[in-house]
C-alpha cells in the first residue's frame, strides 16, 4: 500500500526558508511523480512543484520558480522542497502527492492535481510578514 508522509512546515518571517520532506513507501518502481500542493484558505489547490521520479526531472509553479526547488534522496525514498524567500502568500497547507501513472516520461504541476491518486496529509506553513 503507498504511503505518503510530509514533515517540515512551520511558521517563518517573510525573507526566510523552510524545507518540506516526504516520504514516500510502497513503491515497486520508479516511474511515477511526487509532486508538492498547496492550499490557502478559500482559494484553489494550486501546484508547487513535482519530480518524475525516474529521471529526476522537475517541474514548477510559476509562482514559486527561482524561490523553490525540489529534489530527491533515492535511497530514503524522500522527496524535499525547499522553500527560500517565502513570501506571506506562500502561506498555506502543503502536501505531497503521488501520480502512480503518468501518461508519459513527465509530471503535470499545472491545476488542481486531479492527475494525483496518492495524497498524504499535509503540513502547514505559515509565513508572516
Same mark, same amino acid.
Given at each position: 500500500q503507498v504511503q505518503l508522509v510530509e *514533515? @517540515? @512546515? @512551520? *511558521?517563518v518571517q517573510a525573507g526566510g526558508s523552510l524545507r518540506l520532506s516526504c516520504a514516500a513507501s510502497g513503491y515497486t518502481y520508479s516511474r511515477y511523480c511526487l509532486g508538492w500542493y498547496r492550499?490557502?484558505?478559500g482559494?484553489?489547490?494550486? @501546484?508547487v512543484a513535482s519530480i518524475y521520479r525516474d529521471s529526476g526531472s522537475t517541474y514548477y509553479g510559476d509562482s514559486v520558480k527561482g524561490?523553490?526547488?525540489i529534489s530527491q534522496d533515492n535511497a530514503k525514498n524522500?522527496?524535499?522542497l525547499q522553500m527560500n524567500s517565502l513570501k506571506p502568500e506562500d502561506t498555506a497547507m502543503y502536501y505531497c502527492a503521488a501520480d502512480s501513472r503518468p501518461t508519459g516520461a513527465w509530471c503535470y504541476i499545472t491545476g488542481q492535481g486531479w492527475e494525483y491518486d496518492v495524497w498524504g496529509q499535509g503540513t502547514q506553513v505559515t509565513v508572516s510578514s
Open positions: *514533515s @517540515g @512546515g @512551520g *511558521s492550499q490557502a484558505p482559494k484553489e489547490r494550486e @501546484g524561490r523553490f526547488t524522500i522527496v524535499y
